[in-house]
C-alpha cells in the first residue's frame, strides 16, 4: 500500500521512528534527509521542553536510509482519547445510541470524556492494517488530531491518528465503551511527529475512504469546530494520572459517516491534517465472530 501524501503538504521537519539497517532508531527528517535523533520519543519527552526542543534542533548528519516508517510511538508508551469534543460528533453518538442522552450532557460539560485506547505496541503505523471487529456490523474510523505530550503535560508535538471504533457496540450500550475502542488493531498514528513550533492551530482534518478504487466516504473538520481547546483536554487527562514517559492524546473527530455506512475488510482508509501529514492505512477483520452475537 503507497503511503505517499496526495493531498497534504509534507512537513519539512518531523521526529519519525524508522527501521534502518535491520534496526529501529528515532530520526529527525529535514526535507528527504534523516539524521539520528540520538534518543527514543520516551527520553524525549521526558526531558524538559527547551532541552528537548534542541535536541531536535541539534540532530543533523544525515545517514540514516529508512526501510519502512513505523507508528511514532515507542513500546510501552500509552495512547489515550477524547470523545464527542465536536458537534458532529456528539450527534453521531446520539444517532447510535439506545439512549443519547449521556452524550448530550458530556459534550457540554466542565469534564470531558477521556478513555484509554491503546499501548504503543499495539499502534499500527502508515501502511498497516486497522481493524474491525468481527463481531460488529457498524465500524467507521475517526480521524483526529494526535496530541505528543511530554512527561510534564506540555505540549511536544502533533500527529495525524485513526480512532477505529464500533458504533454498533457503543450505541448498543455506554458500558461497552472500551469493547468498542479498544481491541487488535484498533489505533492507527504516523506517519511522523510534527514538533509544536513547527506549526500552529487550529488544523483541517480530512478522511477519505476507498474501496476497490473507488472513493466510498470522504468527509472534512476542523480544529476550531471544537468544543473544547487542546490545552483543556490535556490539562484534564494529566489531572489525575503520570505519564513518566509521555503520553499521546487523541482530541476527538468531527468527520462522522452517515448511519448506512460501515468499514469493510479491504477498504484503505487516509487520515489528512493540514501541515502535520497524512496517514493511510488499509482495513482488516479482527477477533472472532461468536454464536448469538450481532
Known sequence: MSTENTATARPHTAIARVEAGGEIVWAVRRGEEY?????????????????????????????????????????????????????????GRIEEASDGTPYDKVYAAERPELFFKATGAR???????????????????????????????????????????????????????????????????GPEIVPA?????????????S??????FSGSASTDQMARTLDDLADWLFRGLDFPDGVILLTGTGVVPDADFTLLPGDEVAVDIAGVGRLVNGVSLVGTQKEGTR
Open 35 to 91: 539524521s539520528p535523533l540520538g534518543l527514543t520519543l520516551t527520553e524525549l519527552l521526558r526531558l524538559p521542553a527547551p532541552d528537548a526542543r534542541s535536541a531536535v534542533e541539534r540532530a543533523s548528519g544525515g545517514g540514516i536510509v529508512p526501510a519502512r516508517v513505523l507508528a511514532p510511538v515507542d513500546p510501552q508508551q500509552e495512547v489515550w482519547a477524547a470523545g464527542v469534543t465536536y458537534l458532529r460528533s456528539r450527534d
Open 123 to 189: 499502534v499500527i503505523g502508515p501502511g498497516g492494517n486497522v481493524g474491525v471487529r468481527a463481531d460488529s456490523p457498524w465500524n467507521v474510523p475517526e480521524p483526529e488530531l494526535g496530541l505528543v505530550l511530554d512527561a510534564h503535560g506540555g505540549l511536544f508535538g502533533y500527529v495525524p491518528g485513526d480512532d477505529a471504533s464500533s458504533r454498533s457496540i457503543e450505541g448498543e450500550n455506554l458500558l461497552y465503551l472500551p469493547q468498542a475502542k479498544v481491541y487488535t488493531a484498533a489505533c492507527g498514528l
Open 197 to 209: 513550533w513547527e506549526v500552529a492551530a487550529p488544523f483541517a482534518i480530512g478522511l477519505e475512504i
Open 211 to 216: 474501496r476497490g478504487g473507488e472513493t466510498v
